[in-house]
């Protein structure tokens, strides 16, 4: 079963920044585009950026501008990079492969407040 660790979520005021990090399997991430999602309290999950293996890049637009995806071949790592963030940004943030599989980590809590 895949391991993906997220890591990084805290509660932020508007307009803060956050990094969020996750790991990955290196036989995952040698092969395949990688996203990050996320899941609102009483929504769906949604995609909100991928890259691929040659660093091509792709944004929600609710994130566009302001969110920056980027992966560390070396430590096998994708990062998000969260800038002016705003309350609806409030979510549990995963990282899957792109298409996504089965098998899911227990994300990090992102909270945008006053």
């Known amino acids: 079963q895949v391991q993906f660790v997220e890591s990084g979520g805290g509660l932020v005021q508007p307009g803060g920044s956050l990094r969020l990090s996750c790991a990955v399997p290196g036989r995952i991430f040698s092969t395949t585009a990688m996203g990050w999602y996320r899941q609102a309290p009483g929504k769906q999950r949604e995609w909100v950026a991928y890259?691929?293996?040659?660093?091509?890049?792709n944004y929600a637009d609710s994130v566009k501008d302001r969110f920056t995806i980027s992966r560390d071949n070396a430590k096998n790592t994708v990062d998000l990079q969260m800038n002016s963030l705003k309350p609806e940004d409030t979510a549990i943030y995963y990282c899957?492969?792109?298409?996504?599989?089965?098998?899911w980590g227990q994300g990090t809590q992102v909270t945008v407040s006053s």
């Open positions: 890259i691929t293996i040659g660093g091509t890049t």
């Open positions: 899957n492969s792109v298409p996504r599989r089965d098998s």
